[in-house]
T-cell receptor, first 118, second 114 residues
Framework: DTEVTQTPKHLVMGMTNKKSLKCEQHMGHRAMYWYKQKAKKPPELMFVYSYEKLSINESVPSRFSPECPNSSLLNLHLHALQPEDSALYLC?????????????????FGEGSRLTVL | RKEVEQDPGPFNVPEGATVAFNCTYSNSASQSFFWYRQDCRKEPKLLMSVYSSGNEDGRFTAQLNRASQYISLLIRDSKLSDSATYLCVVNRSGGSSNTGKLIFGQGTTLQVKP
């Protein structure tokens, strides 16, 4: 079982809906990530939070809004999505090497939230 | 050109075969390198880190050539349970601005047949 928990596992929403994806880890990791994965494609980085601050936004459309309420939680708020946003959304966490302030490279992924936008 | 390139395969091999996957990366600021494994409809999981000196974990051997910007994974004595997608991952330095980011290759699909 993964130590990163994502909810919901499946979500179907209309283009006018507002929903949120949630992610939780209790490994003490200070870097958390959102990735998007389409079928037969690799995970694509969306956002990185380090020490609860947004450090990387890969030019993601504003209809995706991340939030990191504390060091264990990461949310992704969804609003006015398009059908092409349907994908598996993966949350991950990693340790940060405090001296170098870089991630260790070992990502722990949740099982993902499979999103369908109608 | 993609930052991390892999042959997507699929590689179809019989049980017991030895199979090798290759990966190239284009950004010389890349700091560290990994192979991840992803089973169908599951999340990716770290298989092993990759070092210039090479590293071995049981039937799996990984190698990094920084001069050629090339990473390899060798699987010996393939098992049915090795069937999965193998993702080459490069950790790109963020300098002082961030903790860096992991860039995934397209993945190479391995199917081991009885």
């Amino acid at each position: 079982d993964t130590e990163v928990t994502q909810t919901p596992k499946h979500l179907v929403m209309g283009m006018t809906n507002k929903k949120s994806l949630k992610c939780e880890q209790h490994m003490g990791h200070r870097a958390m990530y959102w990735y998007k994965q389409k079928a037969k494609k690799p995970p694509e980085l969306m956002f990185v939070y380090s020490y609860e601050k947004l450090s990387i936004n890969e030019s993601v459309p504003s209809r995706f809004s991340p939030e990191c309420p504390n060091s264990s939680l990461l949310n992704l708020h969804l609003h006015a999505l398009q059908p092409e946003d349907s994908a598996l959304y993966l949350c991950a966490s990693s340790q940060i090497r405090d001296v170098l302030r870089t991630n260790t490279g070992e990502l722990f992924f949740g099982e993902g939230s499979r999103l369908t936008v109608l | 050109r993609k930052e991390v390139e892999q042959d997507p395969g699929p590689f179809n091999v019989p049980e017991g075969a030895t199979v090798a996957f290759n990966c190239t990366y284009s950004n010389s600021a890349s700091q560290s390198f990994f192979w991840y494994r992803q089973d169908c409809r599951k999340e990716p999981k770290l298989l092993m880190s990759v070092y210039s000196s090479g590293n071995e974990d049981g039937r799996f051997t990984a190698q990094l050539n920084r001069a050629s910007q090339y990473i390899s994974l060798l699987i010996r004595d393939s098992k049915l349970s090795d069937s999965a997608t193998y993702l080459c991952v490069v950790n790109r330095s963020g300098g002082s601005s961030n903790t860096g980011k992991l860039i995934f290759g397209q993945g190479t699909t391995l199917q081991v047949k009885p």
